[in-house]
């Protein structure tokens, strides 16, 4: 079972930029497609991004010009860049793995991450 680490979180300011990571381990992180998502405080988990094997991205319209989704297949580790961070942005943001090459939005993730904690000061 892949296992997925988060890391980066932490306190910004609105208007700032963070960029949190998730490491995956295993040796098949390059074939499947990663995703990120969110869950703010009292709100259900929302779909934030993701990106397929072969680096197309997509993005949920909230986040849209705003956070970039990024992978390194030899370090095994996905990014989420965020810029421009609003105080709606605060969340705990978790990364997942898609049993597949591709994204599709009627796929749900097999495995997920711990999650990291941003919050966005205003």
């Known amino acids: 079972q892949v296992q997925l680490v988060e890391s980066g979180g932490g306190l910004v300011q609105a208007g700032g930029s963070l960029r949190v990571s998730c490491a995956a381990s295993?040796?098949?992180?390059?074939?499947?497609?990663m995703g990120w998502f969110r869950q703010a405080p009292g709100k259900e988990r929302e779909f934030v991004g993701a990106?397929?094997?072969?680096?197309?991205?997509y993005y949920a319209d909230s986040v849209k010009g705003r956070f970039t989704i990024s992978r390194d297949n030899a370090k095994n580790t996905v990014y989420l860049q965020m810029n421009s961070l609003k105080p709606e942005d605060t969340a705990v943001y978790y990364c997942a793995r898609y049993y597949s090459a591709n994204y599709y939005s009627g796929n749900a993730p097999d495995a997920w991450g711990q999650g990291t904690l941003v919050t966005v000061s205003s």
């Open positions: 990106i397929s094997s072969s680096g197309s991205t």
């Open positions: 295993g040796r098949t992180f390059s074939s499947y497609a």
